[in-house]
């Protein structure tokens, strides 16, 4: 059974830092591309940041510079540092495989940014 477990969200002031962590299990993570998407309220879910199994990223225009995202396939996680907060970052944020599986999705880390 595949699960994925985000963490690491919170309310932080505009500017501020947060990481987010994923633990996958039940996944051959390591030949995977991973990626973490949100959904902010009355939005559609997004891709915002991907990795290949090589450590190749790419990322959304509004995070491009701000956000990294990492993966540490010993221990089956990505990471998300996320710099230069934006009150439009605020949303739910998740990982999964890209593409995603609809069966895969986990409870999400909520993100608050306050202005």
């Known amino acids: 059974q595949v699960q994925l477990v985000e963490s690491g969200g919170g309310l932080v002031q505009t500017g501020g830092s947060l990481r987010l962590s994923c633990a996958a299990s039940?996944?051959?993570?390591?030949?995977?591309?991973m990626a973490w998407y949100r959904q902010a309220p009355r939005k559609y879910r997004e891709l915002i940041a991907r990795?290949?199994?090589?450590?190749?990223?790419d990322y959304a225009d509004s995070v491009q510079g701000r956000f990294t995202i990492s993966r540490d396939d010993a221990k089956h996680m990505v990471y998300l540092q996320m710099d230069s907060l934006r009150p439009e970052d605020t949303a739910v944020y998740y990982c999964n495989q890209n593409p995603p599986d609809a069966r895969y999705w986990g409870q999400g880390a909520q993100v608050t940014v306050s202005s």
């Open positions: 990795i290949t199994p090589s450590g190749i990223t």
């Open positions: 039940g996944l051959a993570f390591s030949i995977r591309d």
